[in-house]
């Protein structure tokens, strides 16, 4: 009786078993029908192998070339949909645009940091209200006018002279860039540019200047948010949320003292403009609270800051390449500006040689080629296939910068692709989607064209740059794993036609 007992429990318990393995197995292999296509993936884990063993990148090219323009990987039970070239792109986040503008839940940076707040991480009506109260503030402070111009200035002409303070000797301009450009933005988010020499702003740099070297590593756990619960900190994700909080206490600071001494007839930046509108506003509008105007700052001071500093960064370690692009620079800086003044936004259009150089700059840089994620919050319908509820969508940008049918041989630098026989810019130029596309495109893009535009065309007016060592030229390798340039020194010998 026992023995009959004790078979037939065996038996329902391997029932039972198989019964839960086989769910299992299904629930692990389900494809939704009508799924974008998809490499061959794991059991369980799906594609995350390969996503931790490259650059995203470097795989969604080789991906792209095997599945096209649209495709699909499974991080473990989410799928993750890769948009790839200018038509798929156009088609999903310019022709859709209802449905490709909203931000995922569970990423890690976007959900669990931010809280889905602000004008980056936010979605739906809350986006669109934030975003909009963020522009029509920046607005007041010069955005997108001809006064934002004199800010920039200013900060040109302190730039200029830390670099002529350097009498030609070889020296680490980053730092001092990152400076530079930040002090733009601290000028409208703030109120006041800093001093270079100021210890509290030195010290925000640096904690910018780690966040950026750390964000491109930090890619996987925007997908993969459970790999923080592991032992130690083995992608940096520990460090990373650090210096993230160190960065919003410096931005929960200001905002105090503004509050402090606020004075609505008196408003002078966009703190302040943002404070204001708060109180014309109910106590509960969650767009208003503390913590959306907290990460709504550090998003511009942020994004204000990285972009724009490494693209300056790219643009020097290219003309220390390329002498001859430098020479025809200067040519056309000459011809067009003169000697005599600092350049303009209104000699802008007349230089389309320098327009060219930096959108090649920003082509082979490609500080940004992925960008942060999409999500999709109902099934979408997408060229004939089907992204489910709740996958993440990515914008794959470099599929453009990239892609050998737009711009052949795109490995290499070269300003002449963007310009006809007659030297005018073709429109060509138009394709090279650095500040994104859609709803989602990077509000701060006309800063950050302004500032690009009178940095470098005023360094290149006054200085020849010259490599440290004429024998040894800096790497254009980007930092391991990362988009950013590797330090390097360079000499800027001053003319002596300088204005």
């Known amino acids: 009786m026992e023995l009959d007992s004790l078979l037939v429990f065996n038996a329902v318990t391997v029932g039972v078993c198989v019964l839960l393995l086989m769910l299992l197995v299904r629930w692990v292999t389900h494809r939704p029908a009508n799924l974008p296509p998809s490499p061959p993936g794991y059991l369980i884990v799906g594609h995350i192998p390969l996503l931790l063993k490259e650059k995203p990148e470097d795989l969604y090219r080789e991906l792209r070339a095997q599945y096209g323009d649209v495709f699909c990987l499974k991080l473990g039970r989410t799928y993750s949909v890769v948009i790839n070239g200018c038509d798929a792109l156009r088609d999903a986040f310019v022709k859709q645009g209802d449905d490709f503008s909203d931000r995922p839940s569970g990423s890690y940076l976007l959900s669990y940091l931010m809280k889905n707040k602000g004008i980056v991480a936010s979605s739906g009506e809350h986006w669109k209200r934030t975003r909009t109260l963020s522009i029509a503030c920046l607005r007041e402070f010069g955005f997108g006018k001809k006064t934002l111009e004199g800010r920039v200035l200013e900060e040109v002409e302190a730039f200029l002279g830390v670099i002529n303070e350097q009498n030609g000797k070889p020296y680490n301009a980053n730092r001092l860039i990152e400076t530079a450009v930040s002090n733009v933005i601290c000028s409208i988010v703030f109120g006041d540019r800093f001093e270079y020499d100021d210890d509290k ?76 509108e708060k109180s014309k506003h109910e106590l509960n509008d969650p767009v208003f609270d503390d913590f959306n105007i907290e990460i709504s700052v550090m998003n511009l001071f942020v994004a204000g800051t990285g972009t724009t500093a490494a693209t300056t960064q790219w643009a020097i370690l290219y003309l220390l390449h390329y002498p001859d692009i430098q020479i025809k620079l200067r040519g056309e800086i000459s011809s067009v500006v003169g000697t005599g003044r600092y350049p303009s936004l209104n000699d802008k259009p007349n230089m389309p040689y320098y327009q060219a150089f930096i959108t090649e700059v920003s082509r082979k840089g490609n500080i940004a080629p992925v960008g942060l994620p999409y999500g999709a919050k109902h099934d979408i319908q997408f060229r004939g296939m089907t992204i489910p509820k709740g996958s993440l ?83 254009l390798l980007p930092v391991p794993g990362a988009t950013l340039p590797q330090p390097f020194e360079f000499r800027a010998v001053l003319k002596t036609n300088k204005a």
């Open 393 to 475: 969508i990515t914008a794959n940008l470099d599929s453009v910068l990239m892609d050998p049918t737009m711009f052949p041989d795109p490995a290499k630098f070269d300003p002449n692709r963007y310009l006809g026989n007659d030297g005018q810019l073709t429109g060509k130029e138009k394709q090279v989607l650095t500040f994104s596309l859609g709803r989602r495109v990077c509000m701060g893009e006309s800063l950050a064209r302004l500032e690009l535009f009178l940095i470098l065309t005023s360094l290149v007016q006054r200085f020849d740059l010259v490599p440290a060592d004429p024998d040894d030229l800096p790497t």
């Open 201 to 276: 702003f030195k010290k925000l740099l640096a904690l910018l200047e780690k966040l950026f070297s750390l964000i491109p590593f930090r890619g996987c756990i925007n997908v993969i948010p459970w790999l923080r619960y592991f032992p130690g900190d083995l992608i940096g994700i520990k460090l990373f949320t650090k210096v993230f909080h160190a960065v919003r206490d410096f931005i929960q600071e200001e905002i105090a003292e503004h509050k402090r001494t606020l004075d609505e007839g008196n408003i002078r930046d966009f703190i302040d403009a943002f404070l204001r």
